[in-house]
């Protein structure tokens, strides 16, 4: 599984979607699951996969799923 | 008034309040024997037929009711976090619980809770408590709950 593929997965698990959710509207708060709890679910099960720790101003700026792929990039983690 | 503490220490029916905002009828604990911040808090809470829910829970066969013997382990678990430096008073909202009743609480009884902390991370608490009576296990749950001023400062802004 490669990278983009993980992060799709985690998303989907982490929110109970399906892949086909997984797009440029994909943002906090535009679905019920990825509230504050859920946000956290989501950083908690990223840094899991990944084996990273994310700094507080990243997991913050963690405001939709693309926006995700290029804060994972600091983490040297290519999608 | 006590300084905020990092060591072992107790609390009595009074200080306690100071660290969380619950207040009669929904004080689910009389006494912290123990409380080791951010990792675990023990005490009690004694039943006597006075309780205000024993005489409708129920007329011919008081009990406690289970959801509040949840509250009172969480009661108890969320003294553990909320006696870490700068959270004392702090509201929390439970999240979830994965729990098992096991025995009744009657009038008379003494209730010993005892509680963990699993996880303490962005204002996400996840722990376990089992509550005893005479050395039985009465329930026991995993409890996740959040303090929202904590878990707001790490949430997307728009």
Request: aromatic share 10%.
């Amino acid at each position: 599984m490669n990278n983009l593929e993980k992060y799709k997965k985690i998303f989907c698990e982490s929110f109970s979607i399906e892949e086909n959710m997984l797009d440029d509207n994909l943002e906090y708060n535009s679905i019920d699951s990825w509230d504050s709890v859920g946000h956290m679910g989501l950083i908690a099960n990223l840094e899991e996969a990944f084996e990273i720790m994310m700094d507080t101003d990243d997991i913050i700026d963690f405001s939709s799923f693309e926006k995700g792929k290029e804060i994972l990039k600091k983490y040297n983690i290519e999608m | 008034m006590k300084e905020e503490k990092t060591e072992g220490f107790s609390l009595d029916f009074m200080e306690l309040q100071e660290y969380q905002q619950n207040r009669y009828p929904y004080l689910m604990i009389d006494y912290v024997d123990e409380v080791i911040p951010g990792k675990s808090a023990k005490g009690y809470k004694n039943l006597t037929l006075n309780e205000w829910f024993f005489p409708k829970h129920f007329p011919n066969e008081p009990n406690m009711p289970g959801a509040l013997m949840l509250e009172s382990l969480a009661q108890m678990l969320t003294i553990a976090i909320t006696t870490l430096p700068g959270l004392k008073g702090k509201t929390t909202r439970f999240l979830s619980a994965n729990l098992k009743f096991k025995k009744q609480i009657l009038p008379g009884d003494k209730m010993v809770i005892e509680t963990e902390v699993l996880s303490w991370k962005r204002g996400i608490l996840k722990g376990k408590g089992i509550a005893y009576i005479n050395g039985t296990i009465a329930t026991e749950a995993e409890m996740v709950i959040t303090i929202p001023d904590i878990l707001d400062q790490y949430t997307p802004k728009k």
